[in-house]
């Protein structure tokens, strides 16, 4: 089933998505978003303040390969979205977003995940021996086989 929805913005931009997904312009954009500051932290991370539509927008810092764990790289948050009804729209580095409400502390999802992450990994190593990583716990715990 397709879907087309019509967004009108500040700007005078009107565009048209299909199935959730960006289409064309009606009304083409004639400028880029004048009204948006942006704060930078020394982490990395940033805040975009949207003044003429009172949104606020938190971009927290990138995961870094080799410190932080598979499981923490594929579930980070690449950013959160405050509005005035009390929702944050939590957009993840994997593609799923969902739509929470900070009051019933609820969520529905906007785009839902395409696949899990495990939560374990066991890695079999020589000597009857193997390492189970939890990535939610973040341990390495190494087993070893029981003598026959």
Same mark, same amino acid.
């Given at each position: 089933m397709i879907t087309n929805v019509t967004r009108y913005y500040y700007n005078g931009t009107?565009? !048209?998505?299909?199935n959730k997904v960006f289409s064309s312009f009606i009304v083409a954009p004639t400028s880029y978003a004048k009204d948006w500051k942006r704060v930078n932290f020394t982490d990395g991370s940033y805040v975009i303040y949207f003044e003429t539509q009172q949104r606020k927008v938190y971009y927290p810092p990138p995961p870094v390969r080799g410190v932080d764990s598979a499981y923490t790289i594929a579930t980070s948050i690449l950013s959160l979205e405050d509005n005035q009804l009390g929702l944050t729209r939590i957009v993840f580095r994997n593609g799923t977003i969902i739509m929470k409400n900070n009051t019933a502390g609820t969520f529905t999802y906007e785009v839902q995940?395409?696949? !899990?992450?495990?939560t374990t990994e066991t890695v079999f190593m020589d000597n009857c021996q193997y390492q189970v990583f939890d990535y939610v716990n973040d341990t390495n715990t190494i087993f070893y086989c029981p003598p026959d």
């Open positions: 009107v565009a !048209l998505f299909t995940p395409t696949s !899990l992450f495990p």
